[in-house]
């Protein structure tokens, strides 16, 4: 009897003391908050049930405008429209302190993961997607002055129904100096260009022998100036060749640094897998794969990781990049979102591809399980 109540005072200990050293953004729930909580909604002004908007093709609709200091701790989205490939076409940007140009810029499906254009159920700690096709974000997202979010139709077809919840709280209190701003930046590459396509399979000596120390023509997930830390990136890949897509390292250049100054072994271990995911989707609080597809030109797959429990920081610069393929020989398609913080100004963002080259589609580039032959290029 005695070992069971030291049993239960030891648990109620550990989770008094977890409540009591949450992370520096999450509330301490064992003391008094002093910020005001508030919602910028879709709810019905009238008080009737038409909590929706429409936004008609080309329209800007502004979700938040408000005054700091704050924080959005929650962005909440579900979206009833009948184009198809919407995710990839509607465009979610973030602005903060009055910023001319967005500090967040993705298509609303890429920012949650869902890279390939339609919806997949995962769960992380920062990003989730539910049923029925509802969309999370829990990145701690803090402002000074103002905060602004808008998401822009860029398709044909008008959104029948937007609904959103953003909850973000205010404070009398000035943000703590050298508070990092959030980041989020959409790149693609549809294709990578691999240097060859007169290739049979990933592990024969042509392309497994060859070697790039430099990281040398990677996709980069973002390339920063200034201050910060990396928080993680989301990426989806649709192959363009048969056999793993999976080959290339991750590499992380850190303050100018011509080598990496982080490597990785292969793009499974980045994402915290094994073994080419051998066809088990997976999804974790910090990694996972929702998507695995068959190692084949179509196949389908999607990836994560966030770096929360050590951000790699960076003093004047950083560049997150990975390999297509051993030395980048494939030829794939990637889109991929990274995420981080930073002190303003940021660099400019690469302009966003219009949105008929963000839709995924097959790419003829010869190789194994294209319909170009291989004498087509090098």
Known sequence: MKQWILLVYMAASISLTALGQSAAWQPNLIQQQTYTLHRASSADPTGGNADRRKVAPGETLTLLDTDGPGLVSHLWFTIASSEPYHL???????????????????????????????????????????????????????????????????????????YYNIDYRTDAMPLAPGTLYFHAQYRQAQPNRGWTNRWTSNGQPLVNKRANLSGEDNYVWFDAKGTGQYAGVTMSILQNQDDWWGEGDDMFFVDGAKRPSIAGTGAEDYFLGAWGFKDHPFSYQLYGAPVVGKGRAGGRSSVYRFHMDSPITFSTSFKASIEHGNANHRSDNYYSVAYWYQIEPHAPFPPLPPVEKRLPALQQVGGPGSTVPPAVRR
């Not at 979610?92 to 140009?101: A, F, K, Q």
């Not at 967040?104 to 890429?110: K, R, T, Y």
């Not at 803090?142 to 937007?162: D, S, V, Y």
Request: hydrophobic share 40%; glycine share 10%.
């Open 88 to 162: 990839k076409r509607i465009v979610l940007r973030i602005y903060w302190d009055g910023e001319e140009t967005p500090s967040v810029e993705a298509p609303i499906g890429d920012f949650f993961g869902l890279g390939l254009g339609y919806y997949v159920r995962w769960q992380s700690s920062v990003l989730s997607v539910g049923g029925e096709k509802s969309l999370n974000s829990f990145f701690p997202m803090p402002f000074q002055r103002h905060a602004r979010i808008t998401i822009t139709n860029e398709g044909q077809r008008i959104i029948r129904a937007l």
